[in-house]
T-cell receptor, first 116, second 109 residues
C-alpha cells in the first residue's frame, strides 16, 4: 500500500523558535495533502489542505502566518510552526491522497511537538 | 451543520464480537472511513465504504446505509491488541474529512 513518511517523530524546542515538519509520499504522487492537529483526548482536527503548486487552504481559526504550509512538489509538503509557544505543543499528523487509490487518505506517523 | 456521532467508549471481552455505530450528517457525501488509532500514534486506515452494504476484510467488517446516514464497524474474534480508539469519518462534497470524536474500545480478558 501507499506509504507516507513524516519526520521528525518528536521534537522539543524553546519558545520562540520555529519548527519544520516534513511529510513525504514515498511511492505515489500526492495531489492533495492534509495537515491535522490532535490535542490529548480529542479527535483529529483538520488544520489545512494543500494542493501541489498552490496556496494552502486553512480551516477557520488556524493562523496561516503561524502555520506555514508548503507543497512545492507532488511528494513533499512541509508544515512550519513559526515562533512556537507552549500552547502549540500538540501531535501533528499529515496525510496524503493521490495515486491509484485517490479516495483513500494515507497518514504519516505523526510528530509530537513539545514547546518549553 | 455537519456532524458525526459515535459512542465515546465501549467495553468488550477477548474473543467476542463488538459493533461500533456511527451516524453522520454532512454537506454532500463521498464515502465513509473507519480508522484505528492506538494512543500516541497516527490513525491507520481500516475501511472505506461509498456504496450501501457490508464490506468484509478479515476480522473487520464495515457497513454503510446512505439513506440512513449510518455506518458500523464490526470486529470479530477480539484480541487484546484491538484495544484502541476507532474513528469514523465522512468525506463531504468538498472531499474534506469530517471526523467523529472516536470510540475508545476496551478489551478485557
Amino acid at each position: 500500500g501507499a506509504v507516507v513518511s513524516q519526520h521528525p517523530s518528536r521534537v522539543i524546542c524553546k519558545s520562540g523558535t520555529s519548527v519544520k515538519i516534513e511529510c513525504r509520499s514515498l511511492d505515489f504522487q500526492a495531489t492533495t495533502m492534509f495537515w491535522y492537529r490532535q490535542f490529548p483526548k480529542q479527535s483529529l482536527m483538520l488544520m489545512a489542505t494543500s494542493n501541489e503548486g498552490s496556496k494552502a487552504t486553512y480551516e477557520q481559526g488556524v493562523e496561516k502566518d503561524k502555520f506555514l504550509i508548503n507543497h512545492a512538489s507532488l511528494t513533499l509538503s512541509t508544515l512550519t510552526v513559526t515562533s512556537a509557544h507552549p500552547e502549540d505543543s500538540s501531535f501533528y499528523i499529515c496525510s496524503a491522497r493521490g495515486g491509484q487509490e485517490n479516495e483513500k487518505l494515507f497518514f504519516g506517523s505523526g510528530t509530537q511537538l513539545s514547546v518549553l | 451543520g455537519q456532524n458525526i456521532d459515535q459512542p465515546t467508549e465501549m467495553t468488550a471481552t477477548e474473543g467476542a464480537i463488538v459493533q461500533i455505530n456511527c451516524t453522520y450528517q454532512t454537506s454532500g457525501f463521498n464515502g465513509l472511513f473507519w480508522y484505528q488509532q492506538h494512543a500516541g500514534e497516527a490513525p491507520t486506515f481500516l475501511s472505506y465504504n461509498v456504496l450501501d452494504g457490508l464490506e468484509e476484510k478479515g476480522r473487520f467488517s464495515s457497513f454503510l446505509s446512505r439513506s440512513k446516514g449510518y455506518s458500523y464497524l464490526l470486529l470479530k474474534e477480539l484480541q487484546m491488541k484491538d484495544s484502541a480508539s476507532y474513528l469514523c469519518a465522512a468525506l463531504d462534497s468538498n472531499y474534506q474529512l469530517i471526523w467523529g470524536a472516536g470510540t475508545k474500545l476496551i478489551i478485557k480478558p
